[in-house]
C-alpha cells in the first residue's frame, strides 16, 4: 500500500547540519500523518517529530529549538532539518506514515532507515 524511501543522511561534525527526506508512494491509502524517528546503536526506536496534514507538529524535548520538521502534503513528503547536531543525534532514522486503508482500516509504514553519524 505504501513504500517509503528515506535520503539524505550521512556524517557530519558536531554543530553540523542535515537534510532528511521521505518520498511516500502510496495506493488506496490515505495519508493522515508523517513523522520521523530514530533509534540508536543499543536503542530503542524513540519519536523524534512528527506532522499532522493540518500542518500541527510534535518534537520530541532533545530536538526542540534544533529540528523543524515539514511536509508537502502535494508531493508525500515529509523533511526533517537537523541543525546543531550532537554527537548523541547518531541513529538511524526512520520515516513513518499513518493512515487509512480504502478510508476505513488505520494502517502504520516504516521506510528502511537512513544513517546519521556525528563526530569529530
Known amino acids: 500500500q505504501v513504500q517509503l524511501v528515506e535520503s539524505g543522511g550521512g556524517s557530519v561534525q558536531p554543530g553540523g547540519s542535515l537534510r532528511l527526506s521521505c518520498v511516500a508512494s502510496?495506493?488506496?491509502?490515505?495519508?493522515?500523518?508523517m513523522g520521523w524517528y530514530r533509534q540508536g546503536p543499543g536503542k530503542q526506536r524513540e519519536l523524534v517529530a512528527r506532522?499532522?496534514?493540518?500542518?500541527?507538529?510534535n518534537y520530541a524535548d532533545f530536538v526542540k529549538g534544533r529540528f523543524t520538521i515539514s511536509r508537502d502534503n502535494a508531493n508525500n513528503t515529509v523533511y526533517l532539518q537537523m541543525n546543531r547536531l550532537k554527537p548523541e543525534d547518531t541513529a538511524v532514522y526512520y520515516c513513518?506514515?499513518?493512515?487509512?486503508?480504502?478510508?476505513?482500516?488505520?494502517?502504520?509504514?516504516w521506510g528502511q532507515g537512513t544513517q546519521v553519524t556525528v563526530s569529530s
Open positions: 502510496r495506493s488506496m491509502f490515505t495519508i493522515l500523518s
Open positions: 513513518n506514515v499513518g493512515g487509512l486503508i480504502m478510508s476505513m482500516r488505520a494502517a502504520e509504514y
Open positions: 506532522i499532522i496534514t493540518d500542518g500541527s507538529t
